[in-house]
């Protein structure tokens, strides 16, 4: 989930501005979710669509696009 502020999960890594939970149904869809999470990433426009989405299924149509 999108967050506006830094997170306290590992101060050494400050800021954390995105946090994404992974699941799947089954041991290799992770491995779809990661590329498309992945791709979008290094795709300025995308992250910070990914910053701004405020929901999850947000955060799945940015994943699919």
Same mark, same amino acid.
């Given at each position: 989930?999108? +967050?506006?502020? !830094?997170?306290?999960?590992?101060?050494?890594?400050? *800021?954390?501005?995105?946090?994404?939970?992974? #699941?799947?149904?089954?041991?290799?869809?992770?491995? +779809?979710?990661? !590329?498309?999470?992945?791709?979008?990433?290094?795709? *300025?426009?995308?992250?910070?669509?990914?910053? #701004?989405?405020?929901?999850?299924?947000?955060?799945?149509?940015?994943?699919?696009?």
């Amino acid at each position: 989930f999108p +967050t506006r502020r !830094s997170s306290d999960l590992n101060k050494a890594n400050d *800021p954390v501005s995105l946090v994404i939970g992974l #699941a799947g149904h089954d041991e290799n869809e992770h491995i +779809t979710v990661m !590329s498309a999470i992945a791709s979008s990433l290094i795709n *300025p426009k995308k992250t910070a669509a990914l910053a #701004a989405a405020p929901t999850p299924e947000a955060i799945r149509d940015i994943l699919h696009q």
